[in-house]
């Protein structure tokens, strides 16, 4: 992943590679584009990225999300995912959500849990796939000279008071 160093004139508007382009469109739909955010170019790739998300929701359990020289592991969240120790799913919507790991857990224990879990194999086939893909991800990047892994935090906000549990029979 190639960084982008920032040269004289005007700042870069996206973190990766683009150029200008000119269109005609018609006033409804730069006026719905205006509606997504008052920049059309950001509007337009802001739609576009958010249709690539869907067809990713419906067709991988895991898969890698890049943005500029980042990327993060997309996952469909499966209770065999839930269960591992230190895991907590964050949801992105399109039934899509985020890995975070609870301090002091790390990827490589989480890699262990996921090939332990594979192989007790008390598992559905949708969360065998979406743990295998999750540790392919996880291993080959561990193997590759061009890319590396990195922890981030997550700030979450949590409420004080229990949740309350809905009563049985009502």
Do not use: F, W
């Amino acid at each position: 992943m190639k960084a982008i160093r920032p040269g004289p004139g005007r700042p870069p508007k996206y973190d990766r590679p683009s150029r200008p382009v000119t269109m005609t469109l018609p006033e409804d739909v730069l006026a719905r584009l205006a509606a997504v955010d008052a920049d059309l170019g950001r509007a337009i790739v802001r739609l576009v990225e958010r249709k690539v998300t869907a067809r990713l929701s419906t067709s991988e359990p895991a898969a890698i999300a890049n943005y500029g020289n980042h990327a993060v592991i997309v996952v469909t969240p499966v209770k065999a995912l839930r269960r591992l120790v230190g895991v907590e799913l964050i949801p992105i919507g399109n039934g899509r959500a985020l890995i975070s790991l609870a301090h002091p857990h790390s990827i490589a224990q989480l890699e262990l849990g996921l090939r332990d879990v594979l192989e007790r194999g008390d598992v559905d086939e949708l969360e065998r796939e979406t743990l295998e893909k999750i540790a392919d991800i996880l291993r080959q990047t561990r193997g590759s000279r061009a890319v590396s892994l990195a922890e981030r935090t997550i700030i979450v906000l949590e409420s004080k008071r229990p949740r309350r549990r809905a009563l049985k029979g009502n």
